[in-house]
């Protein structure tokens, strides 16, 4: 073992006691009778053979209690040096001081080799070198910065991070000077051109830190849309305005409504089965599943209701469609839920038609409880809602006439009793069509009645003549492109972000770019379809699917829209309505909370306040600011919705413009859209 020496005596000597492995006082170590100091710890058998002046004899009890499982290679690191010292000559030509007190004094290396054994000295520690920070060193100066920025270069960073929002710039700190930290290094004569730089860039790096901590966070921060141009502005392409194709037939979008029961999907199907549209295999499943579960009479309905709780209760609850074609058209066949519990559904199907076939029960009791004489009917109130979303050709189908063995006198009252209620919904007497049939009996749809009891006296045509004898939809190409999305739907073909719709203006066609709104979100128009089969473009007036690409799945939703990127339509929150309230019992006053349609959207909403009652034959202010709202009366209201939601003012597009407000399972009242408050106004 190397033993340091002094100049006169030394300084250890070998530790007496008895022979044999001794225990170490901390660890409880079993160590060899050749080591003094512990081999587990490092702590030293015997201090006081390491004390050799008097001072250090007398006070040795008190020093090791001071210091008891302390080492003296630990001592000699801590312990400052007294004014008192001595040289002490170590192993190897290592020199070091000892002081007054004993301690000894020295680089690790050489404590090291100085006071472990041969056995022991594995590892060859290298003296550290203090003219380069230390990871310790580096932690420190950043912790220290961050707590002690200066407040002339947070108020610096704060006012640039404010001024620009969308680009924040990350600053270094202009007060912090490089030569600082050298200089105050240089003040106590241990530093060097190597650690100022490394401090530096410490500080450096804990300002940028900072300042992202001080970058102030946006709350409900709004889609970033390019700036909308003007409608006025712009011009369709030329692709829009090719001519119409000769070869295929426009396309018409009919829907059937009516009262629940009324036979509405019965006559779907059968008209969807004598058109050809439904398989003799088809038709026979259908039959032989509706025998098994007792009601052989929906065999023709289940050709539409193709759920399995459609089925079981044996009523529509979703929005049916089929295609079948004309001579004259491709109609595009939405059949409607009559029950009052899917009337929000039911809306959703017709916002998309060009026309609709109002189906009525003619058997005795079914049609006055349509029309509401002994309940509340929905026979009244589709007829209102389909008036409201402007279709204004009408089919009248009176069906069921086989139960009431074809008779025109029940014919000609259901034909007066309705023709009244219509003409009061705005109806001209020339757009109405009356069709007496049965689809059961297959009498009077795709052919004229072979009955002779309705042959008699019948002077129309057949269903599928009266449809084909509607008037074209006008199909608006020299506006933007307006598509609301109806659905969004799962499909192999057309990819992982499927939507369905109608196109209400301008054209769309695949690989062109769409604006998804309100998320303001762009996409590619991957897939267009239309009954299974690919189209390369699709007009207005079109009910297609689309498939999308480049663009999050979260962003698309029912209710939204897909719009030409230069022309977005306009989102908003409160709007001012022109409503006409309907047959209601309990007054609307400012407050009440109800449910707001408009094209596919449904949201909550509330009555702000009624700004002035309307003249209805004039149509101008008759009231300011009345209290309240009863039945027939006519008013400017402004309301406020849950969320903004996409809109367009009647006046700018009618089909995008018209509301319908429902409170407790009715439609309460029904208007258009005058002004829209809070436009969108956030541009890129």
């Not at 404010?162 to 600082?180: F, G, L, Q, R, Y």
């Not at 007036?541 to 829209?561: C, E, K």
């Not at 406020?640 to 399972?665: T, W």
Request: charged share 25%; with cysteine.
């Amino acid at each position: 073992m190397f033993v340091p020496k002094t100049d006169n005596q030394s300084d250890l000597e070998e530790p007496s006691g008895s022979s044999g492995p001794w225990q170490c006082s901390i660890c409880a170590q079993e160590n060899d009778t050749g080591l003094i100091s512990c081999e587990l710890c490092g702590v030293l058998r015997d201090l006081s053979l390491y004390f050799n002046n008097a001072n250090e004899a007398e006070g040795g009890d008190k020093r090791r209690n001071k210091h008891s499982g302390v080492s003296v290679l630990a001592r000699s690191l801590f312990t400052p040096s007294g004014p008192k010292s001595k040289a002490v000559v170590f192993s190897d030509g290592f020199k070091g001081n000892k002081n007054a007190t004993g301690y000894t004094r020295a680089s690790l290396d050489a404590l090291h080799k100085t006071y472990m054994t041969h056995k022991q000295r594995r590892i060859n520690i290298v003296p550290f070198k203090f003219d380069i920070p230390s990871p310790d060193d580096m932690v420190s100066t950043g912790l220290k910065s961050s707590r002690h920025l200066r407040r002339d270069f947070v108020d610096i960073t704060v006012k640039k991070v404010m001024a620009d929002d969308d680009d924040p710039v990350t600053e270094k700190d202009t007060n912090t000077d490089p030569s600082s930290a050298m200089n105050l290094d240089e003040a106590g004569g241990s530093s060097s051109s190597v650690a100022a730089d490394s401090q530096d860039k410490t500080l450096a790096l804990d300002n940028e830190l900072q300042n992202l901590s001080l970058e102030r966070k946006t709350k409900n921060k709004k889609a970033k849309i390019k700036k909308p141009n003007h409608v006025s502005q712009y011009k369709p392409e030329r692709w829009m305005l090719q001519g119409e194709d000769q070869e295929m037939p426009r396309q018409l979008n009919l829907a059937i409504v009516g009262h629940v029961d009324s036979g509405k999907s019965t006559l779907c199907g059968r008209l969807l089965h004598a058109l050809g549209r439904i398989s003799k295999k088809q038709m026979h499943k259908n039959e032989k599943e509706a025998k098994e579960k007792g009601k052989g009479s929906f065999a023709y309905a289940w050709a539409m209701d193709e759920s399995a709780d459609e089925r079981a209760r044996g009523i529509t609850m979703t929005v049916g469609v089929a295609y079948f074609d004309t001579k004259n058209y491709q109609v595009n066949l939405l059949d409607s839920p009559g029950h009052k519990d899917f009337v929000p559904n039911m809306i959703s199907g017709v916002t998309q038609s060009d026309a609709a076939v109002l189906v009525v029960d003619a058997s005795i009791g079914s049609f006055e409880s349509g029309m509401g004489i002994n309940g509340v009917g929905q026979t009244k109130e589709h007829a209102q809602l389909i008036r409201s979303f402007g279709v204004e050709h009408l089919i009248v189908a009176v069906n069921k006439m086989d139960s009431v063995e074809y008779s025109e006198e029940r014919f000609s009252y259901v034909k007066s009793q309705l023709g009244i209620f219509l003409r009061s919904c705005g109806y001209k007497e020339s757009a109405i069509s009356w069709v007496p049939l049965s689809a059961m009996e297959n009498e009077n749809l795709v052919a004229l009645a072979s009955d002779t009891r309705l042959t008699s006296w019948i002077d129309g045509s057949c269903l599928l003549n009266a449809i084909d004898s509607l008037p074209p939809p006008h199909r608006d190409v020299s506006k933007p492109l307006r598509l609301p999305i109806c659905d969004v739907i799962s499909s192999h073909m057309l990819g992982q972000v499927a939507v369905c719709g109608k196109v209400v203006s301008g054209a769309i066609r695949s690989d062109s770019k769409v604006l998804v709104m309100p998320a303001g979100e762009l996409a590619t128009v991957r897939i267009i379809e239309r009954d299974s089969s690919r189209l390369n473009l699709a007009r207005a007036g079109d009910n297609i699917a689309i498939g999308l690409q480049g663009i999050d799945p979260i962003h698309v939703m029912s209710g939204g829209f897909l719009c030409h990127p230069d022309y977005p339509v306009s989102v908003s929150s409160s709007l001012e309505l022109k409503i006409l309230v309907l047959d209601i019992t309990v007054p609307i006053l400012p407050g009440l909370q109800f449910e707001l349609h408009i094209h596919h959207a449904k949201v909550s909403a509330g009555l702000v306040k009624i700004v002035s009652l309307l003249d209805q034959k004039t149509g101008k202010a008759s009231a300011k600011k009345p209290r309240l709202l009863s039945a027939r009366q006519a008013a400017i209201v402004e309301v406020k919705l849950e969320r903004e939601v996409c809109v367009e003012e009647f006046s700018a597009m009618k089909a995008l413009g018209r509301v319908f407000l429902r409170s407790q399972g009715s439609t309460i009242a029904v208007g258009v859209v005058t002004r829209v408050h809070e436009v969108q106004e956030e541009v890129a």
